[in-house]
T-cell receptor
């Protein structure tokens, strides 16, 4: 049973560029959330997707957008990259959006903006 | 992570017990979680406790919950060098968990 998988694992982008990160949820999970983890910090919630729609959103600007596909996989897009966007981006999945559903994380995508 | 507080570092000797503490703010949190993050990796779910429980034990891990003081602790018995990692406490009052900044556990021989 594959867990949450993310790609790419590492990437370097230039300020002002755009980036797309990808995530496949754990088998049986239909809900995907994205988190940003800056160095020395805990994960910060970006948004959550369920049934191909954004259901919840954290305190992130519109430069951060996403998409969920019919197979439940998801993409995170960040436009007009800033140096401060350098972080580990974590995808998490769960079987539904309920408060009692446990969230499982992928290994993350390390983004460096130079 | 401002709603969840953890001490930043803990250093223990191999074989001793480790206790990592966490305080949270939202009394409506129905589930509280402990995650482990090894260097360069994602978060691994270690254990969780439902809010109507005071204690949960899972092999070397013991979770204690004091709802009155909104205090959660994780005890690791017989700590090994492989337990060296960052441990995150998370509360989940609704649909989205809120994480602390993490406690770096350093295990030395």
């Amino acid at each position: 049973d594959a867990g949450v998988t993310q790609s790419p694992t590492h990437l370097i982008k230039t300020r002002g560029q755009q980036v797309t990160l990808r995530c496949s949820p754990k088998s049986g999970h239909d809900t995907v959330s994205w988190y940003q983890q800056a160095l020395g910090q805990g994960p910060q919630f970006i948004f959550q997707y369920y049934e191909e729609e954004e259901r919840q959103r954290g305190n992130f600007p519109d430069r951060f957008s996403g998409h969920q596909f019919p197979n439940y996989s998801s993409e995170l897009n960040v436009n007009a990259l800033l140096l401060g966007d350098s972080a580990l981006y974590l995808c998490a999945s769960s079987p539904g959006t309920g408060a009692g559903n446990t969230i499982y994380f992928g290994e993350g995508s390390w983004l460096t903006v130079v | 992570g401002e709603d969840v507080e953890q001490s930043l570092f803990l250093s223990v000797r191999e074989g001793d017990s480790s206790v990592i503490n966490c305080t949270y703010t939202d009394s409506s949190s129905t589930y509280l979680y402990w995650y482990k993050q090894e260097p360069g990796a994602g978060l691994q779910l270690l254990t969780y406790i439902f809010s109507n429980m005071d204690m949960k034990q899972d092999q070397r891990l013991t979770v204690l919950l004091n709802k009155k003081d909104k205090h959660l602790s994780l005890r690791i018995a017989d700590t090994q060098t492989g337990d060296s990692a960052i441990y995150f406490c998370a509360e989940k009052p609704s649909y989205i968990p809120t994480f602390g900044r993490g406690t770096s556990l350093i295990v030395h021989p």
